[in-house]
Structure formats: C-alpha cells, structure tokens
C-alpha cells in the first residue's frame, strides 16, 4: 500500500467516529448514556423512538467504537467506551453553539428560553461554597435512576413529576439550585419554572451532571 492509500485509509478510521455521531438520535442516546449504562428498552423509551431503531442506532455507535454493551439475561445494557466520549459530546455541542446562529433559536425554542442568556444560574464552583455554607437545597430533576447512576453529594431526587408533592414538605424559606443532565437539558428550565410559578426562589445550574462530572468534581451514587 502507498502512503496515499495510507492516508486516507487513516483517516477512514477517524470518519467512523463522524459517521456514529451523523445522526441526531445517536446524540440523544449518547446524552442519555452519559447519565449511566442503559437497557435498549430503557434507551428507546427515554428517546421515544421504537426498540428496533434504539438498536440499530447502538450498533452504529459501537461500530463507531463510541459504546460498548454487555447481556445480562435476555437484556442488553450500553454504556459509553469512555468518559472521553461524554467529552466529545461536550466538545462537538460547543462547537455547534459557537459557529452555528440556528442553535440559539433551536435551543429557546426547545428550552422556552436562550440558554446563554438566561438569568438566574449558578456556576459550578458558586454552587459548591453554598453547598458547603449550607445556604442551599440542591434539587435533582432527573428521573431517579438517572440519580442513582450519579449525583451531586447532597444533591435531593425530585423528579420534575413529584416537583409539586415536594414543595409540600419544605420549608418556605430555603433558597433552591435545581440541576439536571446537562447544558440543555429541558427538566431543569421547566422545574424552575415551575417552582417561580409557586412563588418559590429557585435557580438553575449553568450547566448539568455530564459536564459536572468531566469537570472531576464530587460524585455520589445510590439512592436518595
């Protein structure tokens, strides 16, 4: 083989990795497994799509070697290759947003608000001298599995359907930091608003636990 074959048959390689991220469902899936492994069931479910099309894009992601799976039984469970892809997805989303106008108006028309602009966020190291000094009540939105797979320490589970049965039990005065999968994720926008709708003070986390987590902060698992 001659160095020009060489060559682009390298950089067919690196295509593949293009070629498992050139579907906006892929993206979903690997947004979800940043969270934690998954069944194809779970997985399908969570991005509303049928169990088959889960699967044939899971296949296209571990030929892309962007996951890799395990059977338990008659189930098989995905996770992502490694935190370097949780990076990639990070890094590939920054990208879009820096060079891409259609982003913004995608974003607030998804998130009900422009991401970039949107007032009452908290930072990460912010949240974390108020989770030390106590000044805070952080809030989980995510479903609870989601929480179990990997939490900030202290972090309460409230999926964004109990929001309401929460409120009840606390007290009126607590200020409260509501998080959720990452940068735009929907949950947390619509838990804010939610809880602003009740008269509560209530803010966002900048970003979410993907990106908490790459940033090599703190990490609980288990239950509430």
């Known amino acids: 083989m001659g160095k020009r074959e060489a060559k682009s048959a390298l950089y067919q390689q690196f295509a593949r990795v293009g070629k498992g991220l ?3 469902s892929r993206l979903e899936l690997l947004d979800l497994l940043s969270q934690g492994e998954r069944s194809v069931e779970a ?9 088959s099309t889960a699967s044939m894009h899971l296949h296209a992601l571990k030929a892309a070697g962007l996951v890799s799976s395990r059977k338990d039984g008659t189930f098989i469970y995905y ?9 990639l997805l990070v890094l590939l989303r920054n990208v879009a947003t820096k060079h891409l106008a259609e982003i913004d108006r995608a974003a607030e028309e998804y998130l009900g608000e422009n991401p970039r602009s949107a007032s009452k966020t908290v930072e990460r190291a912010d949240l974390l001298k108020r ?3 106590g000044e805070v009540v952080v809030l989980d939105v995510r479903p609870s599995l989601e929480y179990q797979a990997g939490h900030i320490p202290g972090a309460l589970s409230v999926p964004l359907d109990e929001l309401d049965k929460f409120l009840k039990k606390l ?3 607590e200020e409260l930091v509501v998080y959720c999968r990452g940068a735009y994720c929907v ?3 619509d838990a804010v608003r939610a809880l602003k709708s009740k008269g509560r003070d209530a803010y966002r986390l ?8 790459l940033a090599g902060l703190p990490v609980e698992t288990g239950a509430a």
């Open 79 to 87: 996770r992502l290759a490694g935190e370097d892809v949780g990076e």
């Open 171 to 173: 007290g009126s005065k």
């Open 43 to 51: 997985l399908a479910s969570a991005a509303t799509i049928g169990t």
């Open 22 to 24: 050139s579907n906006p």
């Open 187 to 189: 949950l947390a926008y």
């Open 131 to 133: 989770i030390k000094r």
């Open 206 to 213: 900048q970003e979410g636990m993907l990106e908490w987590r």
